[in-house]
């Protein structure tokens, strides 16, 4: 077992030193609890897979994609793998990561807090006007 966690941890490792410009731009706004305290990590190790970006205490994992995920059906098995651990698994093209990044900070942030339901309007108590 520690030999798979020796591995494990020094894959982790090399595909954080090889992160894209697009996953260095990322971790920038991610790292230090910057959003909103929620700690996330990088190349996170989960099942078989490594995450680009997880936040353990919300089972989020964000990844940041090129072209080569574009239709991918490795994707589609390995996020129905991580979603089946009880993750949620948001996917961003590099492209808008870089040109866009407030927007995926927003996304993320959003999917982090979720709006609670829409109420709809309390019927008012008796004797009220409505």
């Not at 971790?27 to 997880?54: M, S």
């Not at 940041?64 to 991580?82: K, N, T």
């Not at 407030?102 to 409505?130: C, F, K, M, Q, W």
Request: glycine content about 6%; aromatic content about 6%; overall charge positive.
């Amino acid at each position: 077992m520690r030999g798979a966690e020796t591995v494990r941890t020094t894959r982790a490792r090399e595909l954080r030193r090889g992160q894209t410009e697009a996953e260095a731009k990322l971790w920038q706004r991610l790292k230090g609890r910057q959003l909103a305290g929620h700690k996330f990590v990088r190349q996170e190790p989960i099942g078989p897979y490594y995450a680009d970006f997880a936040c353990r205490e919300r089972h989020l994992i964000v990844e940041a994609d090129g072209s080569q995920h574009a239709e991918s059906q490795h994707d589609q098995v390995r996020d129905a793998c991580l979603r089946s651990r009880g993750y949620t698994v948001l996917r961003f093209w590099n492209h808008d990561i870089l040109t866009n990044t407030d927007s995926v900070i927003d996304t993320i942030y959003a999917s982090l807090h979720p709006e609670p339901p829409p109420h709809p309007n309390p019927l008012p108590a008796r004797g009220e006007r409505g």
